[in-house]
């Protein structure tokens, strides 16, 4: 549905992304190595998902808003493999016992270090933890660099799905953003993966992007769904230079207005489901028998950096330069600098660098925003009970609730809040009313749609 041009002038406003609550704006120095250590502790004997980043390209893509850097210096792939393995030594410590219930391999793009400083690594992680016999191994790739040495790696890793960033198919396009990459280079991967074993895989697009029209959009979006991947995540491009400095090489006048960016995610929405994909929360799809899909219709899907995930446990551990742990007691980022963030594991000691403790007030806020991130409802009842809160004192005082039900972009009943269809692009805006520290300032997150 292509949103009213009314209503895009109201919502069209920098929001977050939601991928946690409080979000990574909130966080500050007041949270380091000794507070996340003592924080893993909690963890001892539990389950989470770990995360290990790896920030390094063979070369910079424009539009990219990642941690990541182009970087194929020997000795700094050495050395960032040794502060990895540090990390990974220093969290055996502080959490034992504590059992990998899934596992990403994020960036950047992981292989980007090498097959050799990735198995050992690998090696690291299954020697100090226990893991879950059917825990999904998943892993970022780019498919211009995914040769079969590359492939047999992965394969020995044990990673059971392959995300391999496309973007977009059409070649200006890709020469706008800096990442020009063949259908059939993009094919050649996805074939070589699978014919590894590794039959899950996801596929990355990006709408928004400049020089991007309706017309170019839907090409990609039929050579894409040609790939017939398990998974697709469609992001709307974040154009943040003030963050991202070589996002400048991208002028903004090149970029679609709000209404061509909501004509774009309407086309994206319908071609992928019409190709038989069910749509999970904002931005991505999967097949029905995908695990996402069935967390999603069981209402178990939940919402962490990582986008969109069918793990059991809500909590993940982040391993390496910029990653960030979501703990019971509170979030927890790493130096996000990749040399500052070695010259703190060569110190010895954890490399955090801000985060935030969450109190009871933000784990009920936060419950309410993750369910209408992941499901487009809240039973705002129900959050209250297990949070030792009131509802009906509790929602007198979310001022932003009227003005969303009046503009139809959501829908009272009793206590339970459902966004409607009308509301379904903007429900970032609408967890936004339930965010006790956003306050709508520009420069800080990307655009509302
Ligand atoms: C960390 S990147 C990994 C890409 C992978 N290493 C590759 O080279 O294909 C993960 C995804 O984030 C998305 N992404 C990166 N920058 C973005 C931006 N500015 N706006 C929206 N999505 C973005 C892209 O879809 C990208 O594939």
Same mark, same amino acid.
């Given at each position: 549905m292509t949103m009213e041009p009314a209503i895009l002038a109201i919502y069209d406003r920098p929001v977050p992304r939601?991928?946690?609550?409080?979000?990574?704006?909130?966080?500050?120095?007041?949270?380091g190595p000794e507070q996340h250590g003592g924080w893993l502790s909690e963890l001892r004997g539990g389950e989470a998902a770990l995360y290990l980043h790896i920030p390094f390209c063979r070369q910079l893509c424009w539009y990219c808003a990642c941690h990541t850097m182009a970087m194929r210096r020997e000795g700094t792939l050495d050395a960032y493999a040794t502060a990895l393995e540090r990390e990974i030594l220093l969290l055996a410590q502080a959490a034992p016992g504590f059992m990998v219930d899934s596992m990403q391999w994020g960036g %950047?793009? @992981?292989?980007q270090l090498g097959a050799g400083r990735l198995l050992a690594i690998g090696h690291l992680v299954d020697t100090v933890f226990d893991r879950r016999s059917n825990a999904e191994i998943s892993m970022e790739a780019d498919p211009r660099h995914c040769d079969e040495a590359t492939v047999q790696a992965m394969a020995e890793l044990g990673v059971t799905r392959v995300s391999f960033g496309v973007q977009d198919f059409d070649e200006r396009v890709q020469q706008a953003i800096n990442r020009v990459q063949s259908f059939e280079t993009t094919l050649a991967a996805l074939e070589r993966v699978r014919g590894a074993g590794m039959t899950r895989v996801n596929v990355d697009l990006v709408y %928004?992007? @400049?020089?991007?029209t309706l017309e170019t959009l839907a090409r990609t979006l039929d050579l894409a769904l040609a790939l017939a991947p398990d998974r697709f995540a469609v992001f709307g491009y974040a154009h943040v230079p003030w963050m991202k400095?070589?996002?400048?090489?991208?002028?903004?006048?090149?970029l679609p207005d709000a209404t061509a960016r909501s004509a774009m995610a309407a086309l994206v929405s319908e071609k992928i489901v019409a190709g038989g994909y069910v749509r999970v929360g904002l931005d991505h799809y999967a097949r029905p028998g995908d695990k996402l899909a069935q967390a999603l219709a069981a209402r178990r899907l939940q919402r962490n950096f990582q986008g969109y995930v069918a793990d059991d446990s809500p909590w993940v551990v982040g391993v390496g330069a910029s990653a960030i742990s979501s703990l019971p007691a509170g979030f927890s980022q790493n130096i996000a600098d990749p040399a500052e963030y070695m010259k703190a594991m060569e110190r010895g000691?954890?490399?955090?660098?801000r985060g935030i403790a969450v109190s009871l007030e933000d784990r009920l806020r936060g419950d309410i925003i993750s369910q209408l991130m992941c499901?487009?409802?809240?039973?705002i009842g129900e959050a209250c009970k297990k949070h030792g809160a009131e509802a009906r004192a509790f929602l007198s005082?979310?001022?932003?609730l009227a003005p969303l039900i009046r503009d139809g972009l959501v829908s009272i009943d009793g206590d339970r809040l459902a966004v409607t269809d009308r509301g379904r692009p903007l429900v970032r805006s609408v967890c936004a009313a339930f965010?006790?520290?956003?306050?709508?300032?520009?420069?800080?997150h990307s655009r509302g749609i």
């Open positions: 939601y991928t946690s609550y409080p979000t990574a704006a909130q966080f500050d120095s007041s949270i %950047g793009t @992981p292989t %928004g992007l @400049p020089s991007q400095p070589h996002q400048r090489l991208i002028p903004s006048e090149t000691g954890f490399a955090t660098a499901l487009y409802t809240a039973d005082t979310i001022d932003g965010d006790r520290y956003y306050t709508g300032i520009e420069g800080r």
